[in-house]
């Protein structure tokens, strides 16, 4: 393991169980690879708020969108095999569909870019209103022309991947369900991962959540919806730790994979920009990419009644991570961001030294919680509360022990000026951090209670 994951790791799991609190979301779990090794797997919150079922590793998600990445995979196994190519029109292996669409190729489809209809006339299967489609549903709506020329821009679509479904059944003769599950899921190792809800068992379920904006509260989603013939665009569940494993075999870099090294390549490379986003994305074969430098990503994400999910392989870094939530406005994406910002900052400034470990831990005032987090030759004042909580951080320099100074920070912090660790015995029980002292998290709360009252729910 690289010298300063392990600590980054640690600060990775108080952090996102921080924000999940600080944010009042029901649950989040997060598993990061290092190579195909899991170096973390947490779970944090609640898997259902009316039962209060605590969310453990073992829950499933509903991760939605990440099956186009196994969908993908499961084309590009068929390519290697010299099964299908990408530029095989999907008309010579489909039938019904309108001539337009059945000329587009399956690298097309596969790209997002064959300009199909995202979720068909009518989407309300992602609303809850209606079943997912059917097979005869999915032709139907393929029957009528596509809304833009091929190979024009991207443009996603949910029915493109329920076709490429189709596809792998035709080119395998076996059920989309069934061949997946075989020749992907069980050969990456997955022991956690089901296709469709269905598959799932009795394993442990995490339930979905609606926002609080319009009841006041959080309504529970089952989210056992069978997603019939659009399984291979949305259907999947997954554990954080078996989707990590999973993605973290796609990388160009990866020792182990099911597929070749130049598939991988070509299903990991940045072929389609979001022009109309100021996100920076791009697409490829299944998969969503961004970032820049060393830091690069490629992974996909996901959203399903009640879930939201992302996960990410940095391949130069040889890190992947995933980061799933059980509620509608989960923060994955960012909590996903986050992390990645606390795993470069450790992989830039190093692991703690001898002089700095001490120097740890979360502390309060009435303004919120401050972390100081030790790397190789500084102590970082880092802001748990924030989505990038290394921003703008303090720098403190340690002068004796328990001792230090303030040797780099905002003009508006306190540059210049001493912090001290304040002990009773051995153990720390305040810090003063310039003019402030911070206390711990049940002496704050105390604090609090005599100045101001009991503490009362909102």
């Known amino acids: 393991m690289k010298p300063w994951l392990a ?89 019904g569909l309108h001539p337009e669409v059945a000329g587009v190729t399956v690298g097309q489809v596969l790209s997002n870019s064959a ?8 989407a309300g299967q992602f609303l809850d209103r209606k079943p997912f489609c059917s097979k005869a549903e999915l032709l139907a709506d393929l029957a009528k022309p596509p809304v ?70 959080r309504a529970i989603i089952p989210a056992d919806n069978h997603c019939h013939a659009m399984a291979s665009a949305t259907g999947f569940v997954g554990t954080a730790a078996d989707v990590a494993r999973y993605f973290a075999q796609l990388s160009p870099h990866a020792e182990h994979s099911i597929l070749s090294a130049k598939s991988r390549r070509e299903m990991t490379r940045r072929l389609w920009p979001d022009d109309e986003s100021s996100l920076g994305r791009h697409y490829g074969l299944g998969t969503i990419s961004g970032g820049e430098g060393d830091w690069r990503w490629v992974g996909h994400s996901g959203g399903f009644q009640g879930f939201i999910t992302r996960t990410a392989i940095i391949p130069k870094q040889g890190l992947t991570i995933s980061v799933l939530t059980n509620a509608i406005d989960g923060l994955a994406h960012p909590w996903l961001d986050g992390v990645s910002h606390i795993l470069k900052t450790f992989a830039e400034r190093g692991g703690p030294s001898t002089e700095t ?10 303004w919120g919680a401050t972390d100081l987090v030790p790397v190789a030759d500084r102590v970082l004042c880092a802001a748990p509360a924030l989505l990038t909580p290394f921003l703008d951080a303090a720098e403190i320099a340690i002068e004796a022990p328990d001792q230090g100074r303030i040797t780099r920070a905002s003009g508006f912090h306190s540059p210049g000026e001493t912090v001290v660790l304040e002990r009773e015995g051995e153990k720390v029980r305040s810090v003063k951090l310039a003019g402030s002292r911070l206390l711990e998290a049940d002496a704050m709360r105390t604090e609090m209670e005599t100045r101001y009252g009991e503490v009362t729910s909102a």
């Open 7 to 95: 600590p980054a790791l640690d600060y990775v799991a108080t952090w996102l169980d921080f924000q999940r609190s600080h944010h009042d979301q029901p649950g989040c779990a997060v598993a990061i690879a290092d190579g195909d090794e899991i170096v973390l797997e947490a779970a944090f919150g609640s898997a259902n708020l009316a039962t209060g079922e605590e969310l453990t590793p073992r829950h499933g998600f509903r991760i939605a969108s990440h099956s186009k990445s196994f969908t993908s995979a499961g084309v590009l196994r068929l390519v290697d095999e010299g099964r299908l190519r990408l530029d095989d029109e999907v008309g010579s292996l489909i039938d």
């Open 148 to 217: 833009l020329p091929g190979s024009q821009r991207f443009k996603y679509s949910n029915h493109g991947f329920a076709l490429l479904g189709l596809v792998i059944e035709a080119v395998t003769g076996q059920d989309y369900n069934a061949w997946i599950t075989k020749e992907v899921v069980a050969k990456v190792g997955l022991t956690e991962t089901a296709a469709d809800i269905g598959l799932w068992g009795q394993r442990p379920m995490a339930k979905g959540h609606t926002g609080r904006q319009l009841l006041s509260r």
């Open 357 to 366: 470990r001490d120097w740890s831990g979360r502390w309060w005032t009435l």
């Open 115 to 122: 300009g199909l209809t995202r979720d068909g006339p009518d």
